[in-house]
Nanobody, 121 residues
Framework: QVQLVESGGGLVQAGGSLRLSCAAS????????MGWLRQAPGKERTFVAAVRRSAGIPDYADSVRGRFTISRDNARNTVSLQMNSLKPEDTAVYYCAATNALGFPREFDHWGQGTQVTVSS
């Protein structure tokens, strides 16, 4: 079975940085586009970033472009999200996700348990 395990969440000051990591197992990692989504209390889950399965091409939501960087390490079966210049509105539970869909997907069918990111003012 597919397992996605996030780590690296925590509390950080506005303007600070945080790096999330996701360890994947139970899948052929290079066949999957990997992504990150987030959900704040009372809000819908929204797309944050993804990195394509084939060439590692990134895709970002407008709200994080220029501040966040997604990357994958195919040798370690991991995907990371480097978050810089964090804002209070970035506060959410962040979920690692995976899909083997072709193209540049923003929809995913496997999910991790989530990790809390809190950005203080």
């Amino acid at each position: 079975q597919v397992q996605l395990v996030e780590s690296g969440g925590g509390l950080v000051q506005a303007g600070g940085s945080l790096r999330l990591s996701c360890a994947a197992s139970g899948l052929t990692f290079t066949s999957y586009t990997m992504g990150w989504l987030r959900q704040a209390p009372g809000k819908e889950r929204t797309f944050v970033a993804a990195v394509r399965r084939s060439a590692g091409i990134p895709d970002y939501a407008d709200s994080v472009r220029g501040r966040f960087t997604i990357s994958r390490d195919n040798a370690r079966n991991t995907v990371s999200l480097q978050m810089n210049s964090l804002k209070p509105e970035d506060t959410a539970v962040y979920y690692c996700a995976a899909t083997n869909a072709l193209g540049f997907p923003r929809e995913f069918d496997h999910w991790g348990q989530g990790t809390q990111v809190t950005v203080s003012s």
